[in-house]
């Protein structure tokens, strides 16, 4: 039963500050202090106003409390001991090999939604999650989101506060805990808690500010709480870095590390407690909401010979994809009628979240989306995913099973010049652990990846292309993810041409171009970059012996490097040349920019001529 | 001579829209209806308030002019025609093959600051240019920048007024064009000039909401500009996308495209004109401040058999080439105990720029600050570059030059778990146009490189590491970038190491072991990852036919794939076997992290055995 007992959730609160301490002396580090000033206001909010069962953590009714100031990982850990989730032993191996108790919390624990640490992510995470509840879930679980001050310096905040005062989301509550120190000194506004508030209103919040160390202020502040008419709260907390230990209470220099005096700040505390709070669980029967579908899954079908580009193929698919399956969510960058996500609006308006441009904001409500099972497909230009680059990363740190989809890829997007060019995005992408890298060379193969991916772990990523490109596989050929297609062979392939997406067009002309020279040339379309089909390189590397990578992209990171990856083993391998973007572009229409950049089907057969040419001598 | 004749300031305007509409109908794309929303607003800017000598862009008294809304290049090659900076001829090449007039605004034109076209960075980045200008430069100019108001929505542009409000920057002006129709439709706030007039004032701007399109108004607003009491200051302008125009005016679905008709379209404005307008001079004959310095550049130097941690040298040498050069700044992301900038700040209080948790508004600094010429370095942990990579990505097409370090890279931080190791660093910033990756092994030498790249053109990216090293160069030894460092060679070399950063120190570890099996290893330090040194690889390839490549990375993009870039076109060339981090680290010591991600000495050891013997029969 929640308590209502004031004196006994001051007495939470120091157990909360002792363990956090204890946690972070046993590692011999960690971020104690910054645990202890918010330590008031959990020991509130888990006593009295969270909902959660953390027996059934995938209960989907449960309320969320996530971290946004992850390094407070010893005030969670605090929490969910508290709260009879993990013991006192297991809070004790706090950042130690093979511990569920991380330095910063992360999905390796059940009731941790995402993992948090890099800092502005929690909040818009949560605006992604409440988002969820209120519109696609529709359950009256409240999300509790505890932030840092120094994090409200990230843009990425403001986002959150921008897009959670947008759609009303009164089931969210963030609290910043305003303990004014950060990592080096004071931040900017200090204690000036009407800085926060003020600015919160403005983006359309309730907020109220208090001493975050009065559990009665506390209490009456969350009481308040949904309130505000269809707005989202905000409690800005003063707090105390450090608070109830003299040597390190609001003091600068004691930022992330163990309070040097473990047992005198204990006994400052009042000693050891082993307070067990029993979380209300959540009330009612509700379960989540489930959108109607029309069907088994078809996919669009494109005929051979018409001519197509990805973008549009993709914004097709998801249209397949959400008639068939309830739970595919798409998202838009306010670039819709160029990723082709308008096609998913206008199928299906109440599955269509509109991020606006914020792309982290977007990230976030993908990630917040699959934290409650839904499956997000976001999509904005290619280039634009660098802008949420940090929050890319972290998904991958939180698990999470997203797609993304980004679109006019390369220079082949012609005369808009390189601001909107994606040429460092399968670098990016690639790089991030556990990723998916597609990046389809014909519509239908992009129907048939796009109706695999949705069902696939980690971070995905489809890269499509702005132009038109002809029609080369038949509807309802299979394309594996990790697989590769081999377009054009022969017996006496004297060089290999490895593309993707746009340039697989220009090598198959230059194959052409080739054959009138009495070059064969295979052609390899590697629509997966990541993972890449291994076999098939090494098969071409011994095969034709010589290898023409080609690719809209930077030379760095991205085709041509997957596949000296893919051969680096080989004994004897392949010559390898890598056809790439090396100069930075300007504008031009899509067949100059090709041109220039040295990856269109003349260039492209000159580099595999020059190959075979230079083998062959070697190979008589 | 500033003209006050607000009919000629009318005929402007409509001069502007007419100019937006020819070359984006020569070009057949671009973003007309864009630009004639802010047409008024710009004919009166140059026309009474901006100080700018065409004739002389590098002039440092020089006003400022930053389209954040880049698209709307059309007004902007106008604004250049009107101010006889490009004849009609020049601005009608727009989005050809070999224009300076490309599709978004790019520095190959000498008025352009930085390039823009990726939304919600001309904003941060005349932020940095204002801070110049007030705190560096000391000079009188005041900077204006034309933004969006789709662009609002990105938090990078919060974390801009955030910072222009903590700083009083009273030279800094944003104009937002409230055209209320964003790409695909309505903004978050249509009309509701007040949505963003009350934010910009809790964030301590100083607010005027205005008709875009009444130069009385517009006047009026511009004549008030900097008497805010030290705030900056924002004209929220209520202003019609593609105004003039019946056509198109405040109509969804004009972005981006030129008019269908426009002959109609310019009869309906009155016609062409070739009104030339006379910009105001910067006035005064400031001088840029310059900064006092002590001598001759004297680097750090740390003795062999010590211990140190890269980032440490880098926090001292940027002291040492402060003291040496006055133009150098650094920039900070909150955590300078940890980058160790913090000691820059301490000698060279002045010349220290806090930018906060703000890594978008940190990058944008250093791009505002080398505006001006002056030599940002800006810090952060490696991890957190990737919030800002979008903007390091734009700085490319920026022709921007800064160098950015990113400290505590990898799983050898240890004990603070994923969240905060950069993984994927190397693999996103060597993808960058033009940049420069060096990843140090050793404190002097870390200074040296320093010494080299204060000088050096493009994007400069320098990884540290947490951990203290072993110094194993001395002071003085000379390394350049582009180089190597066979740091252990024999004759007798079975296989070769190359590792760089905290792995270089488990490779030698690493070559002791298989010395102890009598088997050779040649060790390469590859602190400079791009460009690498081919010809040492190569030679070590040719030489010893296996190579072994180890970094604390993930596998994609970094080290091991610079070293195959380098033997790609090599016949027979070596095995090579990547070791880099395939798991997702969780917390431990820095130790342990080495041995679970298989990178440390033993896990290379084995390797290298295996390798050295697989090929032995092969030579045999």
């Keep these: 039963m929640p308590t209502n007992d004031q004196d006994q959730w001051r007495e939470l609160g120091q157990q909360l500050r002792v363990d956090s301490i204890r946690s972070s002396s046993a590692a011999g580090s960690g971020h104690p202090t910054s645990s202890m000033s918010a330590a008031d206001l959990m020991a509130v909010l888990i006593s009295k106003y969270l909902h959660y069962d953390f027996g059934n953590p995938d209960d989907p009714r449960n309320d969320h409390l996530i971290f946004s100031k992850g390094h407070a990982s010893p005030l969670l850990y605090a929490v969910y001991k508290a709260a009879g989730a993990i013991s006192d032993e297991e809070m004790l191996t706090f950042r130690q090999l093979g511990s569920r108790i991380e330095g910063h919390p992360t999905p390796v624990l059940p009731w941790v939604d995402v993992a948090t640490g890099s800092l502005g992510q929690g909040l818009p995470i949560s605006v992604g999650v409440a988002y969820a509840g209120k519109y696609l879930d529709r359950l009256p679980y409240h999300v509790w989101c505890l932030c840092g001050d120094s994090e409200m310096a990230e843009g990425s905040m403001w986002e959150a506060f921008e897009a959670a005062g947008f759609h009303g989301l009164d089931n969210l509550t963030a609290i910043i805990d305003v303990n004014r120190l950060g ?18 209103r403005a983006f359309g919040w309730e907020a109220f500010e208090i001493d975050g160390h009065d559990v009665e202020q506390i209490d009456a502040a969350f009481a308040r709480v949904g309130n505000g008419g269809g707005r989202p709260t905000v409690i800005v907390a003063k707090t105390e ?251 006496e392939d004297a060089v290999t041409l490895v593309a993707a997406g746009i340039t697989l067009h220009e090598a198959l002309k230059a194959a052409d171009l080739l054959a009138e020279d009495g070059v064969r040339a295979r052609v390899i379309d590697l629509y997966s970059v990541k ?85 062959a001598p070697a190979q008589a």
Tied chains: 1, 2.
Aim: hydrophobic share 40%.
């Design 183 to 200: 990592q080096t000194g004071e931040t900017m506004h200090g204690w000036d808690l009407d800085a926060y508030a003020s600015r919160a």
């Design 241 to 491: 870095k450090g608070h109830g230990v003299a040597a390190v209470a609001n003091k600068n220099g004691a930022h992330g590390k163990p309070v040097t005096d473990e047992a005198e700040a204990i006994r400052e505390l009042g000693g050891e407690r082993s307070i067990a709070v029993q979380v209300a669980k959540p009330a009612g029967d509700g379960k989540p909401h489930v959108f109607e579908t029309q069907g088994e899954l078809s996919l669009p079908k494109y005929e051979i010979g018409t001519k197509e580009a990805t973008r549009k193929a993709y914004g097709d698919t998801l249209v397949a994809l959400g008639n068939a399956l309830g739970d595919v969510i798409a998202i838009d960058g306010e670039v819709g009628n160029s990723t082709y996500s308008e096609e998913f609006k206008e199928a299906h308006p109440e599955r269509f979240v509109q991020a606006y441009i914020a792309e982290q904001q977007m990230l976030s409500y993908a990630v917040g989306f699959q934290v409650r099972g839904w499956r997000p497909f976001a999509a904005t230009f290619a280039a634009f995913l660098s802008r949420a680059y940090d929050f890319v990363r972290m998904a991958a740190v939180s698990r999470a099973n997203i797609v993304l989809a980004g679109s006019h890829a390369g220079v082949s997007i012609g005369e808009d010049g390189p601001s909107q060019m994606a040429l460092e995005d399968l670098a990016s992408l690639r790089a991030v652990h556990g990723s998916t890298v597609l990046y389809p060379s014909d519509p239908n193969q992009t129907a048939e990846l796009m109706s695999q991916v949705v069902d696939r772990d980690g971070i995905v990523f489809i890269r499509t292309t702005r132009e038109k490109t002809p029609v080369i596989y038949q509807p309802g050929e299979r394309f594996a993810v990790g697989g590769s297609r081999i377009v054009r062979q022969s017996n």
């Design 531 to 615: 993972p890449v089909d291994q076999a098939t390189l090494v098969a071409a590397s011994r095969e034709t012996g010589a290898i023409v990578t080609v690719e809209d992209h930077f030379p760095e990171g991205g085709i041509g490097d997957a596949v000296l990856e893919a051969l680096a083993a080989e004994p004897g391998r392949a010559i390898v040349r890598k056809l790439a973007v090396t100069i930075m572009p300007g504008s031009a229409t899509p067949a100059e920019q090709l041109e220039a950049a040295g990856i269109d089907a003349e260039h492209i057969a000159v580099a595999a001529r020059e190959l075979a040419g230079a083998r």
